[in-house]
């Protein structure tokens, strides 16, 4: 059973930076999409950015954010840079398991861009 821990959240400026983190504990296998979602007030949940072979970003973040992984701790993050008011959101972490095409979530982090 995968399980999945956020961290990094906060208040931060606009044209600030935060960078979230995903620690990832249980049995991991090799076949899997890591990715990071965000959910604004009164939205669905949107995709941010995600990552195995190649990763891909959300045109609203593409060249602010950067989402990266080290397998050595197990641990995805999600650096953010030029923050603006819209990124304000709570931000959780996936877990997808390609071979069984089944999803863990993470609780969430909140992220609040405001002056």
């Known amino acids: 059973q995968v399980q999945l821990v956020e961290s990094g959240g906060g208040l931060a400026q606009p044209g600030g930076s935060l960078r979230l983190s995903c620690e990832v504990s249980g049995s991991i296998r090799s076949l899997v999409t890591m990715s990071w979602w965000r959910q604004r007030p009164g939205k669905e949940r949107d995709m941010v950015a995600s990552?195995?072979?190649?990763?891909r970003y959300d045109a609203s973040v593409q060249g602010r954010f950067i989402i990266s992984r080290d397998d050595k701790k197990n641990t995805l993050y999600l650096q953010m840079n030029n923050l603006k008011s819209e990124d304000t959101a709570l931000y959780f972490c996936?877990?997808?398991?390609?071979?069984?095409?089944?999803?863990?979530w993470g609780q969430g982090t909140q992220v609040t861009v405001s002056s």
């Open positions: 990552i195995n072979t190649a990763t």
């Open positions: 996936r877990y997808y398991n390609l071979e069984t095409r089944t999803g863990v």
